[in-house]
C-alpha cells in the first residue's frame, strides 16, 4: 500500500514521523520472506496517537513491526503500511533494580546491558533476536525464563482509547507466547525489576544458554525460531522429528535438520511454500499424534 503522495504523507511529516516509501519486508524480517509496502517510522512515540487517529480516519490499514523475527509476511504489494519505532541505542535506564527500556531496543542488548550493571535474571533470553515490544507481545522465554515475570510497568498506546497509557504489571497476563495485551495495543516502554547478581555469575550462565542454543538450532539459516507452540504436555519439535520430517521441504522452505520446529528459508522461499509446508505438517503431526498444533509464529496475510 502507498501513501507516499498523499495528504496524510504531509500531516505526518509535520508530526515528524519518516515515511519510508517501497520497504521489501523480506528484507526486515529474519525469514526473509515479505511483500512491499510503505513504512513509518515513528521517533517521538508521543506522536503514535495522533499519527493512528489520522490513519484510521483516512482508512489505512497498518500492522506494527518490531525486529520482525517472529512474523511470516505474505508475498507482493501488502494492503496494509507498516508502523515501526526506529532502534535505540541502547535504550536501556538502570535505577537500583529497576531498567527502563525503550520498546525499540534489542532484547539482547538489553540483557547485556543489565548484566554490567549486576542485573541478572534474563540470562536465558540472551539469543531471543528482536526487540524488547516484540518480546513483551510475545512474552518471549527461554530456557525456564520469561520476560513477563520481571515485567512492573508497561507504556503503551492503547487500542481502546486511542492514547498512550501505563499499565501496572500486575495487571497484564504473562502466559507461554500469549499476553493480555488488546492486538492493536503498542508497546512504547517498560519497566523491568532484576534481581541482582555478580556480573561473573550472570555471564556465566549467558555462555551456558548460548551453548544450548548453537548446539540445537540452525542459526545460520533464516527461520522465526519455533513455528508451532508446543502443546500442554507435548513437544512439537520431537514430533515432527518423530515422523522423520527433518528437511522436508515444498520450494525453498524447509523444516530444518538440526531443529525440527525450525522452518527455514533455504533460498527464496515464498510465503506460499511456507504455508503449504506448515499446513502439512500439521495434518501429520493431528494425524499420528491427535494434537491441533498452534502457530507461534505471528502470521500476516492479506
Ligand atoms: C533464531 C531464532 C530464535 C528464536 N528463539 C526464541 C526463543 O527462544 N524464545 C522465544 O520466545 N522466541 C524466540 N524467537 C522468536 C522471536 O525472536 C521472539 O518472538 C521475539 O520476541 C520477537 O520480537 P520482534 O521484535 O522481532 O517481534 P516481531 O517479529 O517484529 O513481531 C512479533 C509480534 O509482536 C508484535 N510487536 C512487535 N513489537 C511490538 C510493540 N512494540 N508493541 C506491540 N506489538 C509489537 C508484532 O506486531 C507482531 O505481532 C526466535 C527467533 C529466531 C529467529
Redesign the pocket.
Known amino acids: 500500500m502507498r501513501i507516499s503522495n498523499t495528504p496524510i504523507a504531509a500531516r505526518l511529516a509535520a508530526l515528524g514521523v519518516e515515511l519510508r516509501p517501497g520497504v521489501s519486508l523480506a528484507e526486515h524480517?529474519?525469514?526473509g520472506i515479505g511483500g512491499t509496502t510503505d513504512e513509518l517510522l515513528i521517533r517521538r512515540y508521543e506522536t503514535l496517537p495522533e499519527v493512528i487517529r489520522d490513519l484510521k480516519n483516512e482508512g489505512v490499514p497498518y500492522?506494527?513491526?518490531?525486529?520482525?523475527?517472529?512474523?511470516l509476511v505474505t508475498d507482493g504489494e501488502l494492503p496494509w503500511i507498516v508502523l515501526h519505532?526506529p532502534s535505540t541505542h541502547p535504550g536501556v535506564r538502570v535505577e537500583g533494580n529497576a531498567a527502563f527500556v525503550d520498546?525499540?531496543a534489542d532484547?539482547g542488548g538489553t540483557v547485556t546491558y543489565c548484566a554490567k550493571r549486576d542485573l541478572g535474571g534474563m540470562e536465558?533470553?540472551i539469543?531471543?533476536?528482536?526487540?524488547?515490544?516484540?518480546?513483551?507481545?510475545?512474552?518471549?522465554?527461554?530456557?525456564g525464563t520469561?520476560?513477563g515475570s520481571y515485567v512492573r510497568e508497561v507504556e503503551?498506546?492503547r487500542a481502546a482509547s486511542g492514547e498512550n497509557e501505563t499499565l501496572r504489571g500486575d495487571d497484564i497476563r504473562f502466559d507461554y507466547?500469549h499476553t493480555s495485551?488488546a492486538?492493536?495495543?503498542?508497546?512504547?516502554r517498560v519497566k523491568l525489576e532484576l534481581p541482582p547478581n555478580p556480573y561473573q555469575e550472570i555471564v556465566a550462565g549467558i555462555r551456558v544458554c548460548n551453548e544450548k542454543?548453537r548446539a540445537s538450532?540452525?542459526?545460520n539459516q533464516?527461520?522465526?525460531?519455533?513455528i508451532f507452540k508446543n502443546p500442554q504436555g507435548a513437544s512439537a519439535g520431537r514430533m515432527i522429528d518423530e515422523l522423520g520430517l527433518k528437511k522436508l521441504r515444498v520450494g525453498d522452505a524447509m523444516i530444518s535438520d538440526r531443529h525440527a520446529n525450525?522452518f527455514v528459508n533455504a533460498g527464496n522461499a515464498t510465503c506460499d511454500d511456507m504455508l503449504r509446508l506448515v499446513d502439512d505438517v500439521r495434518e501429520r503431526v493431528k494425524k499420528a499424534f491427535g494434537f491441533d498444533l498452534e502457530n507461534?509464529?505471528?502470521f500476516?496475510k492479506n
Do not use: H
Open positions: 524480517t529474519s525469514l500492522k506494527f513491526l518490531g525486529g520482525g523475527t517472529n512474523v519505532l520498546a525499540a532484547l536465558g533470553l539469543g531471543v533476536p528482536g526487540s524488547i515490544g516484540g518480546a513483551l507481545r510475545m512474552n518471549a522465554g527461554a530456557y520469561q520476560i503503551l498506546y507466547r495485551f492486538p492493536d495495543d503498542i508497546m512504547l542454543r538450532q540452525p542459526l533464516k527461520s522465526a525460531g519455533c525450525f507461534e509464529v505471528i500476516w
